[in-house]
């Protein structure tokens, strides 16, 4: 980042000692001289993701009749703006969904035009004699493209249904470096802009709210059947999929972090937040084992035997990642790979995180005492925010992602925006678990007057 401040963030903010008793000294400025925006004005006027995600789409590859389709070919037929055209497979009598699936998914990827933009893959759950799912992704953040879909149906083969794709997340390639600068930032009213780069820092002289539901969200993405995987800039909950009994169990990943600093937020009381995302369980069941949630740490590598009191001033500042049934929340806290949790083959911690992760049954833990200066720091060493919900085929159960954190510093505000940092919610057996007390813990909110 070429800004200021951030850079004095990592210059300073070496020890926590070292950190000024108030933010004068690093946000100051007089009347309307703000030192730190843009010059150009910024209006979002409908759903926009910010930060670099890949388009993705699912079809559905439908068998009306195993037993009366006929021989010949099938077409998955592919429009966007970056390549279009049809790819053909033969297919024999009474072929199954999964068999025609697998085909096509191979025919698309080593079709020179599709593979150079796409990548197409089998559920990992969905897949059957009826059915089975295909995904397209894009192999590169591109900006949303309104035209790409994919249709699946008969060629010279009878037998298959005709389905067209539905879009699961839209494409971003917008500000990639983890900060905007503008003169004004608009949200139109019933706008989303949501941040999938994390830690992301906003700088304007003036925000202004459409209305009550113009929405800045840094929430960590659900688990789902799809099991895709997520943005690489929030830590991702663990997964587990089968085919063979349809087991799709995927942890919530953990909230990001929002850090706004602005002159003034204008207009309707908007909404900022930074939830942890839920936990998604279906099947399972039998066999043992567990897949840890990610910690929000991203790539720290911390020993195993490493004593707490040594761990750097930034891991002693997230709260720990919950573990199954109950026991300590330390286990949850070491692991390489940003502070994995703990697992083992019946069960798997959360990662930890500013809100720790939820283990497969056990509740995350939050950091308490946490100040907007400690928010900084760990946004100056990389942190993204809560950390992801462990998951286990053992005992069915998914967690959700710790609560990320929301931080506001401004000289005014009309309305002050709901500021939210929700953990996300347990999955067990099938069931939503809205026991209080359960899933990624909270994590932090704040708004700062200087």
Not at 324 to 334: D, R
């Amino acid at each position: 980042m070429d800004m200021p401040v951030y850079n004095k963030l990592n210059q300073t903010y070496n020890r926590l000692d070292q950190m000024d008793s108030t933010l004068s000294q690093y946000f100051s400025w007089a009347g309307s001289s703000f030192p730190y925006c843009g010059d150009t004005d910024v209006t979002i006027n409908s759903n926009t993701v910010w930060g670099g995600d890949f388009q993705t789409i699912k079809v559905s590859v439908l068998i009306s009749n195993t037993s009366n389709g006929t021989a010949g070919t099938a077409i998955a037929s592919v429009t966007s703006a970056h390549w279009s055209g049809d790819v053909t497979v033969n297919i024999t009598a009474a072929a199954v969904a999964n068999t025609v699936a697998g085909q096509l998914v191979t025919a698309l990827n080593i079709t020179s035009g599709f593979s150079t933009y796409f990548n197409a893959r089998l559920s990992t759950c969905v897949s059957s004699v009826k059915e089975t799912e295909i995904y397209i992704t894009t192999n590169s953040y591109y900006e949303e493209d309104t035209t790409f879909s994919i249709t699946i149906k008969n060629g010279t083969c009878t037998g298959i249904s005709t389905a067209t794709s539905i879009e699961l997340f839209k494409g971003s390639n917008t500000y990639l470096d983890g900060y905007v600068k503008s003169k004004k930032l608009t949200l139109a009213a019933g706008t989303t802009l949501s941040i999938v780069r994390n830690p992301f820092f906003i700088f304007a002289d003036e925000i202004n709210f459409g209305s009550t539901s113009s929405i800045i969200d840094a929430s960590g993405r659900s688990g789902s059947s799809e099991l895709l995987p997520p943005p690489i800039h929030m830590a991702a909950g663990g997964i587990i999929g089968s085919t063979q009994n349809g087991t799709a169990i995927q942890g919530g990943c953990g909230g990001g972090i929002i850090i706004i600093i602005c002159n003034k937020i204008t207009g309707a009381q908007g909404c900022i937040k930074a939830n942890g995302g839920n936990g998604y369980e279906i099947g399972g069941g039998g066999s043992s084992s567990g897949i840890p949630g990610q910690g929000a740490l991203l790539g720290s590598i911390i020993p195993s035997n490493s004593p707490w009191g040594i761990l750097t001033p930034g891991a002693r500042l997230l709260g720990l990642g919950g573990m199954s049934g109950g026991t300590s929340a330390c286990q949850g806290i070491y692991g390489s790979g940003g502070f994995y949790g703990a697992y083992n083959n019946y069960s798997a911690g959360g990662g930890s995180g500013i809100g720790g992760g939820s283990g497969d049954s056990g509740a995350g833990h939050q950091h308490t005492g946490l100040t907007v200066k400690d928010i900084l720091y760990l946004a100056s060493i990389g942190c993204t925010g809560g950390g992801g919900g462990g998951v286990s085929i053992y005992s069915q159960n998914s967690g959700g992602g710790g609560g990320g954190a929301v931080v506001i510093v401004t000289h005014s505000y009309e309305l002050l925006p709901q500021l939210i940092a929700n953990g996300g919610t347990n999955m067990h057996d099938g069931n939503i678990d809205l026991t209080p007390g359960n899933g990624g813990a909270a994590g932090f909110t704040s708004i700062e007057l200087v």
